[in-house]
């Protein structure tokens, strides 16, 4: 048994990102006891490796309300955890080209302005004025909402883990969930590489590993592991200042600033599922395509660096919260299909008050895994 780890506790959360830790916080604060566990060090699996976009800029009206909530606590998070995490709000503009998708957003910014998110739509020119980068050729308009922008994934870790500490989370790094004492479909342990934990209730906040962790509790969660890539330019010199974060819609090509220059990734249509932790160049192409359609100007721009992570994907590219139906007091956030680290400050409150019987700030039921079961998909249209 390890020293850090409990022999009891009244919750085990499993998995050390921004939902977990954001979850662990939320509940230690209201005065409940909570050990999280991580296999590797907290914000290690995806967390880390997200380009670190915030927005509330969706077509779902719960997405929007959480995104909307995140950000005021990013706009805080220094005087809420006395850590900077080097937010930069530009805003972000999605880029079209397709007449249905100008519609698409035209709906999504009116739902969104409804829910009191400053969206608009842009013309070409206008686009093209808040990214001087960007070829307008074909565009049809754009969408842009300037409170929205990125920060640092490692710092709002480093945020929420401390937090989570000073308020009586135990947060033990390293130690991977083994095993499940289930009886008569009542969660009565959870073991874990360091030994075992007596508990009744369990958070699966575990990203891409969810599918396994949930199996060792009996409980199905469709998520799927599917590798993203990013790379980081090397300095542009005369790089435009203040740049949102910018998405040609239909391609998926994305940048915004990063350090002297930028960051940059696209979705490959044609990665395939899986554990891959590794980089390799096979998706280059398709990039510099995507470039040098969009973006002609950074064509020639080199690579200085870049990293691989993993999306945690559900078959509707939306989310998987709430509480299993086969297994007392399995609860779940996960699945968020790239929108876990900008939704995790809300998340974290609503898994508080799912495992305190409450009534969450934002309705989560169509978010509930049995949607599958019922063919009844839910999803979200702005998936980048």
């Known amino acids: 048994m390890s020293p850090l780890l409990p022999a009891r506790t009244d919750v085990v959360v499993v998995g050390g990102g921004v939902i977990g830790l954001s979850t662990a916080y939320h509940l230690a604060r209201r005065g409940v006891g909570v050990v999280l566990v991580e296999m590797g060090a907290l914000g290690s699996g995806s967390t880390c490796k997200a380009a670190g976009g915030v927005r509330a800029q969706f077509s779902d009206p719960a997405n929007i309300v959480m995104g909307r909530h995140g950000l005021s606590v990013f ?13 930069v709000q530009h805003g972000y503009l999605f880029v079209l080209d397709d007449p249905a998708d100008v519609a698409d957003f035209e709906r999504a910014v009116a739902l969104q302005n409804s829910l009191g998110v400053e969206s608009r739509m842009v013309t070409a020119a206008e686009a093209q004025r808040l990214a001087p980068v960007i070829s307008v050729d074909g565009v049809l308009g754009a969408a842009y909402s300037p409170r929205d922008g990125h ?10 883990a401390r937090a989570a500490r000073r308020a009586g989370a135990v947060l033990v790094p390293h130690c991977r969930v083994t095993g499940a004492s289930v009886v008569d479909g009542v969660v009565r342990a959870v073991h874990t590489a360091a030994g075992s934990i007596a508990t009744d209730t369990v958070v699966c906040c575990a990203g891409a590993w969810s599918r396994p962790v949930g ?3 009996g409980v199905d969660l469709p998520v799927d592991p599917l590798r993203r890539q990013i790379v980081v330019t090397e300095p542009i010199p005369g790089r435009p200042a ?16 990063e350090g002297a220059g930028l960051l940059m990734g696209l979705s490959d249509p044609d990665e395939t599922v899986g554990f891959k932790l590794g980089r390799d160049d096979a998706w280059l192409p398709r990039l510099a395509a995507a470039v040098e359609r969009r973006a002609p100007a950074l064509a020639e721009v080199g690579i200085a660096s ?5 999306y945690e994907v559900t078959p509707d590219h939306n989310a998987l ?13 996960t699945g968020f299909s790239g929108h876990g680290f900008l939704l995790g400050p809300a998340i974290g409150e609503v898994m508080t008050s799912l495992v305190r019987g409450e009534t969450p700030f934002v309705d989560v039921s169509a978010f509930d895994a049995r949607r599958f079961e019922r063919g009844d998909p839910h999803g979200e249209k702005h998936i980048v």
Do not use: K, N
């Open 151 to 160: 920060c640092s994934p490692e710092s709002v870790v480093l945020g929420y």
């Open 75 to 87: 706009e805080r998070f220094g005087e809420l955890f006395d850590q900077q995490i080097d937010l």
């Open 242 to 257: 203040g740049m949102p974060m910018t998405i040609d819609f239909t391609t998926t090509f994305y940048f915004h600033d």
């Open 306 to 310: 870049g990293w691989a992570g993993l």
């Open 215 to 217: 199996a060792l509790f």
């Open 321 to 333: 919260v709430g509480e299993a139906s086969e297994v007392s007091r399995f609860l779940y956030a």
